[in-house]
């Protein structure tokens, strides 16, 4: 199994950046996808970057693109959300989360999370 732990939330203004980190306890870490997703208050989960296992292939929502970077260090079992150009509707709990989904973007194909940062940006 793995275990996810979450780091880096935190108040920046629009147009700032963030970089959240995912550090997994596992031996099997570099098996598995993993992805991020966030929750504002009174919506729904939402797929945000999701990566391969071997980092090849990486996934983003249309509303992060060329924004928001994903990637993972398997050496350090730690995957990364770095945020850039960030809006006030990027304002929600982040979650990662590690698994073999399949679409990787369905938050249900995900056997593992974590406990959520919140991220807030302000105007």
């Known amino acids: 199994q793995v275990q996810l732990v979450e780091s880096g939330g935190g108040l920046v203004q629009a147009g700032g950046s963030l970089r959240l980190s995912c550090a997994a306890s596992g031996r099997t870490f570099s098996s598995y996808a993993m992805g991020w997703f966030r929750q504002a208050p009174g919506k729904e989960r939402e797929f945000v970057a999701a990566?391969?296992?071997?980092?090849?292939?990486?996934y983003y929502a249309d509303s992060v693109k060329g924004r928001f970077t994903i990637s993972r260090d398997n050496a350090k079992n730690t995957v990364y959300l770095q945020m850039n150009s960030l809006k006030p509707e990027d304002t929600a709990v982040y979650y990662c989360?590690?698994?073999?989904?399949?679409?990787?973007?369905?938050?249900?194909?995900?056997?593992?999370w974590g406990q959520g940062t919140q991220v807030t940006v302000s105007s």
């Open positions: 989360a590690a698994g073999l989904p399949q679409p990787i973007s369905w938050y249900r194909e995900y056997d593992y």
């Open positions: 990566i391969s296992w071997s980092g090849g292939s990486t």
